[in-house]
């Protein structure tokens, strides 16, 4: 593992950024980011910013890496809080809406050779 980042409370279903995320793994940096970047699902923003933090995190940490030669070792999507709210429906009854939310973890590490 050369770098990892997180984001945090991110609206949207766990399930549905897992979609997204299972895409990824494994590839490599740059192809990781052209399949985001055309993807219609809405979590593929979030993981593209969280994505490019850890390419950021990896120059940081140590500056002669070369971003070509790092991939997706890790990128996990766990299930965060749940926003219970309550919509007035017919005869008095009420409906529940759960509005989730999601943590994104990504680990990148360089190929070897």
Same mark, same amino acid.
């Given at each position: 593992?050369? %770098?990892k980042a997180k984001a945090k409370y991110i609206r949207g279903s766990a399930r549905k950024a897992r979609l997204v995320v299972?895409?990824?793994r494994g590839q490599k940096v740059d192809? %990781?980011?052209s399949i985001l970047a055309f993807s219609p699902k809405r979590a593929a923003r979030h993981i593209e910013e969280c994505l490019k933090s850890a390419v950021a995190n990896a120059m940081q940490k140590d500056g002669t890496i070369d971003p070509d030669d790092l991939y997706v070792s890790k990128a996990v999507i766990d299930e965060g809080p749940t926003m219970k709210r309550i919509q007035?429906?017919?005869m008095g009854r009420a409906f529940r809406?759960?509005?989730r939310f999601n943590h994104i973890s990504i680990e990148?590490?360089?190929l070897e050779g």
């Open positions: 593992m050369i %770098a299972d895409q990824i192809k %990781a980011l007035p429906r017919a809406i759960n509005k990148l590490s360089q």
